[in-house]
């Protein structure tokens, strides 16, 4: 079946989803958890971690390589749907999927703190911060470090080198209570 198909039935039933990703000519990644939103380019996940939901994910749909749905895949979903926890699958931000700018101009207007990575190891980029601007281009983010302490400028990210954002992450949204200005 093709990937674009059991993107819409996994949405369409909310069904767990195994999903792997090439960041690069050798590597690949996998996210699990629930797919809530999805365009011709990009779907918006739900992620989980033991039996519990997380952030939220965005990322291409033409760099996933396989799709799982197995019989443990089948069963963690028993399980998730057992505990309640598939009730509350829903994104708090609404995100336009059209482009990485519709994307970033959505987050923006929300006001989220994100972060933005390109997974692939010759890049290995985490980019934590606010979006300050977007251009048909790029991303500029206030970037912050592991002290809270903000950077003096924002840093421009290229759409190219973008493999997944993360918003509505209890990481972000913790550290970005307690953010310093450089001195």
Request: net charge positive; with cysteine; aromatic share 14%.
């Amino acid at each position: 079946m093709k990937i674009q198909k059991k993107i819409q039935r996994n949405f369409k039933e909310k069904r767990y989803s195994r999903i792997t990703r090439k960041i690069s000519k050798k590597e690949t990644v996998i996210s699990t958890g629930y797919i809530l939103n999805f365009s011709e380019n990009f779907i918006l996940m739900q992620g989980d971690d033991d039996f519990s939901l997380s952030s939220f994910w965005i990322f291409e749909s033409s760099k996933i390589t396989n799709f799982r749905y197995n019989k443990n895949d089948k069963y963690y979903d028993f399980i998730m749907e057992s505990e309640g926890l598939k009730k509350d699958l829903k994104a708090k931000t609404k995100v336009n999927l059209s482009n990485w700018k519709t994307i970033f101009t959505s987050l923006k207007k929300a006001k989220k703190h994100i972060i933005v990575e390109c997974e692939n190891p010759k890049i290995d980029e985490f980019i934590i911060g606010e979006i300050t601007d977007v251009n048909s281009k790029s991303v500029s983010i206030w970037y912050f470090n592991a002290e809270g302490i903000l950077d003096k400028k924002p840093i421009n990210v290229k759409f190219k080198n973008i493999t997944k954002v993360t918003f509505d992450d209890k990481y972000i949204d913790t550290f970005s209570k307690y953010l310093r200005k450089n001195k």
